[in-house]
């Protein structure tokens, strides 16, 4: 790996929600370790990390050695979440991914080299982030998941789908375009009278739902009036030409109207045959129409086309536990 210029960048520790501290705290990400505010975060006591808008939320690997500030900082003894500053926090993430996957990366190699397995051990590098992703528990598929930056490439390692862009949705769980989103909603009862802020991280369709929503909420305040239309105007416009019709076939399945939806679908893989979100969409259209066996088919062939895309992995998962769980209830 190349050498890489440390990135300096200001942070406040947030905890409850709420960032800590009146100043901010400098920090420093090399090729070997964050620094936060003096103290020392290795690669090594990092297992995954998130964003969101300005806020990177770093999970920490058991028994994470760190210093007596940091500790203190810790949430549900596994999480560290940062306030980053200046447009950073993507920037950053990056970084922190690139090093801390190769470091697990590499330690799974080694683990099975000691086992006689190392030809086992089968890895690449993301294009878009530049995260090792390690593929040695999947077969190989037409489509790689990067888990780091949410991408989807293709087996020769083309970006298939930028994760800044595509994703799964927070509140329909759909494969879509998906972006951050601020909802006001204006209240006066009386003599009381206040607003509330949410962020949401949505796709189109739920975007749109959220702009009617607010629309409708805040008619008589028209503070909250012009929020709404932009949220509405920012759902609908600009959209990649090829997707333009997803949000369309996502709301259809999302009705259970899957015959329709699947149309569309079926369309949209022309250009991306066996598209592992696709799928996934597909699957869950057929199980809001009850139509369970087409449902797990689908999200099946997704996990066939894409061995390792999580979001399809988790769906099955959780409708397995389900499963089990009515079991137990029935006996």
């Not at 050498?3 to 905890?15: A, H």
């Not at 893989?269 to 689908?298: C, D, I, Q, R, V």
Request: charged share 20%.
């Amino acid at each position: 790996m190349q050498p890489v210029k440390p990135l300096e960048f200001k942070f406040r520790f947030v905890q409850n929600r709420q960032a800590q501290g009146l100043g901010t705290s400098k920090g420093i990400a090399s090729d070997a370790s964050l620094n936060l505010n003096g103290e020392e975060l290795t690669y090594r006591n990092i297992l995954d990390s998130s964003i969101r808008d300005n806020r990177l939320i770093i999970v920490l690997a058991p028994n994470a050695q760190l210093g007596p500030k940091t500790i203190k900082r810790v949430q549900d003894l596994r999480y560290l979440v940062l306030e980053v500053y200046k447009n950073q926090a993507q920037e950053l993430k990056t970084y922190v991914d690139r090093f801390s996957s190769t470091i697990f990366a590499e330690n799974h190699r080694r683990q099975l080299a000691s086992e006689g397995k190392e030809n086992q051990f089968r890895a690449v590098t993301c294009p878009h982030c530049n995260a090792t992703v390690d593929l040695s528990d999947y077969q190989t598929s037409s489509y790689i998941y990067c888990r780091f930056c949410g991408s989807i490439l293709s087996n020769g390692l083309q970006v298939v789908a930028k994760g800044d862009i595509y994703g799964t949705c927070d509140e329909c769980h759909m494969y879509d375009r998906v972006r951050g989103y601020t909802a006001f909603n204006f209240y006066f009862l009386l003599v009381v009278y206040g607003y509330s802020v949410k962020r949401h991280f949505v796709c189109d369709a739920c975007a749109l739902k959220l702009a009617q929503r607010a629309l409708l909420v805040n008619l008589l305040f028209i503070l909250g009036v012009p929020s709404a239309i932009y949220m509405w105007v920012k759902s609908q416009s600009g959209r990649e030409p090829y997707f333009q019709d997803l949000a369309k076939a996502n709301k259809l399945a999302l009705k259970g109207k899957y015959q329709e939806a699947d149309e569309i679908y079926d369309r949209l893989f022309a250009l991306y045959p066996e598209h592992p979100g696709l799928l996934m969409n597909k699957g869950l259209g057929h199980l809001h129409g009850k139509e369970g066996s087409g449902g797990m088919g689908y999200l099946g062939r997704s996990l066939r086309a894409c061995a390792n895309y999580i979001p399809s992995m988790q769906l099955v998962h959780q409708i397995q536990q389900a499963s089990q769980a009515n079991g137990v209830q029935k006996k």
